[in-house]
């Protein structure tokens, strides 16, 4: 690994702005560059250059310096004089020692450069060096050794700077330095105190800092040299520095270096963090007041468990002892060896008994290796320190109270008394208040995340269950939400039942100071934090569980109105067929009447059975499960997820064809729409070989003339129909006979009609087998259809009514046979049977005694009637007279009386029509005349304008339109008179 370096400066330069980097050495990224800059720009805030104490007035103050000022000259001629020659005209010097988030290392310098070429003063040079791996690339060096290191610049370089491939340094330098400040230490009997601190500050965790109170970086720096040089090398690595720094209370290293009459800002110190200050300036002793004890402790007047050495407090009856644990003790021992160790030269006795450092017995292990290294723990030479001088100590150091220690100690504990008993309420009090807010904003935050944090942990989906086709909708009495609900419930309760433990531990452990021993008052501030936190949680955890009523009463709410929903929906969903599709004037009996004519039977002839509710199929086609209920509910309110995971509207679904619908009984394909659209059944009624499949074919062609007007629109539901269609028309046109329909009891014929912008029925033509109308037996039990049938087209074959045909020659019968292929027995005899089974259903709707059906009458085979002699033949029919005169015609030239009138006897409503299909499809005389075609599909508009006024006007649009242009031959006076008082 290379060391790299970067370069930064604050002045600016006539090509340059300042506050930049200069330069770097390549391969320095981009991120790490931007996180060496962040960490310069906070080592300068915290700058005592910047922000420290006003130098006071004086010879110490040069230049445009303001602040921490150049060496004083007690240590410039040790500290400063191998470089103070390139040294920046009195620029104040720092340096620090911090780590990164990975373990990489920053060792920083500062200078001064005084004024930059703009006149701007107060200018500084940062240069840092970045040490990916600390402990192999310091190669055996201390960070504190760099403060000696020859590499460093004084001024901003451009371009690239190569990087250092071995950090070389005087080596005695250092050590010489260390043990020379060790003797001035320990000769103001300072240093056991010092070294003690420092090896609790390891135990801390940077809960403790240690704030060293010196007269210039360069002493400060060499304190630093010989304290981490009394630690085993990954402690020394893990100890950062800052020197000096001028608010102590804002640095994050372990050590920091403060010029004399700098103090901790106490309304500064972070809650959680222990400063213990040593003021190790002067070579006079004790600070005055205090007390008999030979260090300066921490002077902070609210240090958090600082040794608060404050007063001369009278020896005090209280035995102490208690307030301090055994590790303390162990510290203070282990100083007071360490500091004989370093007095008499021989630091590489500590490097020995590294081993043993972190050891309860370190002191005694310590006292041990050095006396095997022949290191006389005795006083050292010119020793001047009262506490010291006083202790015999040789040998093994007893524990816990190393004789050197002892005075030290007492004050130690005698302070501590003295500071927690006065101030113990106050700070009980703190400690409640801190405890509360920190457990509720801690709680509080946590518990806002958690319900996102439940639901992305992922609560039990809800799968459909094995035989359902669809996920249970997410607000639905079933449904996720609930699932959702619970989970976070759970959560929450788990969360509030281990937050109160929790909080109560969690702020000893990691803050030391009030909440050690078994003192009275470490009990007290015990019981306030508990309380503390205890309110706070309670106060968090009742507004967690508030707002999670809340917000289950929200869901429930929610869930019960949507239920409301799906029964609003599906009623407006029922109603909807109605309303929109038969557009009632005004909603009367007939109109609820006519809702059983949205109910329809399977279109399929072994089913037959009545459309409840289709299903659909799901359009995924790896999935093609059915959806029996594709409606409002549990699956979800508008859409529901198919397991597959596809998306299906539940409102309206299949309306537009977009979902196939099949029957649920037989799982036929249905026609679009079904369920949405009206059905309209039309049932062709007539004896075997009557033209009934010829009439439906014409009738066919009919609506698709109008069709291709665009006065329509028609489309066949299945793609065979339309065949068949297509190859009727072509042989009728060809001039064959159709073929009797096959089977008893055939599917529907089933084509979509509309009108364009306006109502659309689905109409189902029942095209049985004339055979099924000749045995009563048979009718009775196949006409289910005829049950909802509302409509039926009665198809009246002139060629086989025996009235007729009687008042003709037989030689004009023989004719009239071969052309005619008349139908097998005469249509009353149909009709008869047929009423009278229908009469049998008490089930059909009636009214007025009659069978509430539509009935179209339609004389076919007008062709043939043509023919005949000129008292039997059917006028030329205009549209409007056609039900008229063909009443009148069946009841006087034809003598069919029981034709012409009876049907209106038995049903609701009748009507008259007379055409030949023959005509319609093949064109008379060879040229098919469209207005005639369309009139062929005017019986089938007829029974679908009952239920919708769009129908009705297109019969009246049609009529007019062949009105004007009727054929002359039409308006034949003789037949006008002849009928003219036959006319309603
Ligand atoms: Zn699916
Ligand atoms: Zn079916």
Not at 41 to 69: H, I, K, M, N, Y
Not at 112 to 141: I, K, S
Not at 437 to 459: E, K
Request: hydrophobic share 40%; aromatic share 6%.
């Amino acid at each position: 690994m290379t060391i790299h370096q970067l370069h930064r400066t604050s002045a600016a330069a006539p090509d340059r702005p300042g506050w930049q980097v200069t330069a770097y050495t390549p391969g320095l990224g981009d991120g790490r560059r931007q996180q060496i800059v962040g960490l310069l720009t906070s080592e300068l805030a915290v700058d005592a250059r910047r922000t420290g104490p006003q130098q006071p007035s004086g010879p110490q103050r040069r230049g445009g310096e303001s602040g921490f000022g150049p060496l004083p000259g007690s240590e410039a001629g040790s500290a400063q004089g191998p470089w103070a020659s390139a040294g920046q005209r009195g620029a104040g010097l720092s340096l620090s020692y911090s780590l990164l988030a990975d373990g990489a290392a920053v060792i920083c310098r500062t200078v001064g450069t005084g004024v930059d070429f703009a006149g701007r003063p107060g200018n500084v040079f940062q240069h840092a060096l970045l040490l990916t791996e600390p402990d192999r690339d310091l190669g055996g060096l201390l960070p504190a050794d760099l403060w000696w290191w020859p590499g460093w610049a004084d001024r901003p370089a451009d371009g690239d700077l190569p990087a250092v491939e071995r950090l070389v340094v005087d080596s005695p330098m250092p050590w010489h330095e260390a043990i020379a400040r060790a003797q001035e230490l320990y000769g103001d009997g300072r240093l056991a105190a010092l070294l003690a601190s420092v090896r609790g500050a390891t135990r801390g965790g940077g809960a403790v800092r240690i704030v060293l109170v010196e007269q210039g970086p360069a002493a400060t720096v060499r304190t630093i040299r010989l304290v981490t040089g009394s630690l085993p090398r990954a402690s020394a690595l893990a100890m950062t520095f800052s020197v000096p720094v001028g608010h102590p209370e804002q640095s994050r290293h372990v050590l920091v270096g403060v010029p004399v009459g700098a103090g901790l800002d106490p309304a500064a110190i972070p809650f959680g963090v222990r400063f213990e200050t040593h003021r190790l300036h002067g070579g006079t002793g004790p600070e005055p007041g205090a007390g008999g004890g030979s260090t300066g402790g921490g002077t902070a007047p609210r240090d958090v468990g600082a040794p608060a050495g404050t007063d001369g407090a009278r020896a005090d009856e209280h035995r102490a002892d208690e307030q301090w644990p055994d590790e303390h003790w162990a510290d203070v021992s282990w100083g007071e060896v360490a500091a004989r160790v370093w007095a008499a030269g021989r630091p590489d006795v500590l490097a020995a008994a590294s081993a043993s450092f972190a050891d309860a017995d370190a002191a005694q292990r310590l006292a041990a290796v050095a006396a095997g290294a022949g290191v006389p723990l005795a006083s050292p030479p010119g020793d001047p320190a009262p506490g010291s001088a006083r202790s015999p100590a040789a040998g093994p150091v007893p524990a816990p109270l190393p004789p050197g220690a002892e005075g030290w100690g007492r004050v130690r504990r005698r302070a501590v008394v003295k500071a927690l008993r006065p101030g113990g309420y106050a700070r009980g009090a703190a400690l409640f208040g801190a405890g509360a807010a920190i457990a509720f904003g801690q709680l509080g935050a946590r518990l806002l995340a958690l319900p996102a944090r439940t639901l992305a942990a992922g609560p039990p989906v809800l799968r459909p269950a094995g035989d359902e086709a669809a996920y249970p909708g997410y607000f639905t009495p079933a449904g996720q939400a609930i699932v959702d609900l619970g989970a976070i419930g759970d959560a929450l309760a788990e969360a509030l039942r281990t937050a109160g433990p929790e909080f109560a531990a969690a702020g000893p452990a990691r803050w030391p100071g009030p909440f050690l021993g078994q003192s009275a008052s470490a009990r007290r501030c015990w019981r306030m934090w508990r309380a503390g936190t205890a309110i706070g949680v309670a106060v968090a955890g009742g507004l967690a569980r508030t707002a999670f009523a809340v917000h289950r009463t929200l869901v429930i709410t929610t869930i019960a109105v949507l239920r409301l929903a799906d029964a609003a929906l599906r009623f407006a969903e029922a109603a909807r067929w109605l309303l929109r599709e038969t557009r009632p004037a005004r909603p009367t009996l007939a109109m609820f009447r006519r809702l059983g004519e949205l109910g329809a039977d399977c279109p399929y002839p072994d089913c037959a059975r009545p459309l409840g509710r289709p299903f659909y199929e799901c359009p995924n086609t790896h999935c093609r499960r059915r959806h029996d209920d594709l409606r409002p509910g549990r699956g979800g309110l508008l859409y529901r997820v198919c397991a597959c995971g596809t998306r299906l509207r539940t409102w309206a679904p299949g309306r537009r064809g977009r979902l196939a619908s099949y029957c649920g009984s037989c799982e036929g394909r249905l026609p679009d729409g079904v369920g949405h659209l009206p059905i309209v059944h039309i049932a062709l009624i007539g004896p075997p070989a009557s033209g009934k499949t010829t009439m439906l074919v014409a009738a066919l062609a009919g609506l698709q003339d109008l069709a291709y007007q665009r006065d329509l629109t028609l489309s066949f539901a299945f793609r065979p129909d339309e065949t068949w269609y297509r190859r009727s028309m072509q042989m009728v046109a060809d001039g064959g006979w159709l073929e009797s329909t096959a089977t008893p009891n055939p599917r529907a014929l089933v084509v979509t009609v509309g009108i364009p912008r306006g109502p659309r029925r689905i109409v189902f033509f029942f095209d049985p087998d004339g055979d099924l109308y000749t045995d009563q037996q048979t009718l009775r039990t196949t006409h289910r259809y005829l049950e909802r049938t509302h409509n039926a087209l009665l198809v009246v074959d002139p060629s086989a009514q025996p009235a007729l045909l009687d008042q003709l020659t037989p030689k004009q019968q023989a004719a009239a046979n071969a052309a005619a292929h008349p139908a097998a027995e005469p249509t009353y005899d149909t009709m008869r049977r047929l009423i009278r089974v229908l009469h049998a259903d008490r089930s059909l709707p009636r009214r007025g005694g009659r069978l509430a059906l539509r009935l179209a009458v339609v004389v076919s085979k007008t062709d043939w009637l043509r023919g005949l002699p000129s008292v039997l033949r059917l006028p030329e029919l205009t549209p409007e007279q056609q039900d008229g005169l063909v009443r009148y015609w069946l009841n006087q030239p034809a003598r069919l009386p029981e034709l012409g009138q009876e049907p209106s006897k038995e049903f609701t409503e009748t009507r008259y029509w007379a055409l030949s299909a023959a005509d319609c499809l093949r064109g008379r005389n060879g040229t098919v005349n469209p207005a005639e075609r369309i009139a062929a599909a005017e019986p089938v508009l007829w029974m679908l304008g009952a239920s919708a006024r769009g129908f009705r006007r297109l019969i009246i649009r049609q009529q007019k339109a062949r009105q004007s242009s009727r054929h002359p031959a039409l308006r034949d006076p003789t037949h006008r008179a002849h009928y003219a008082g036959l006319e309603r």
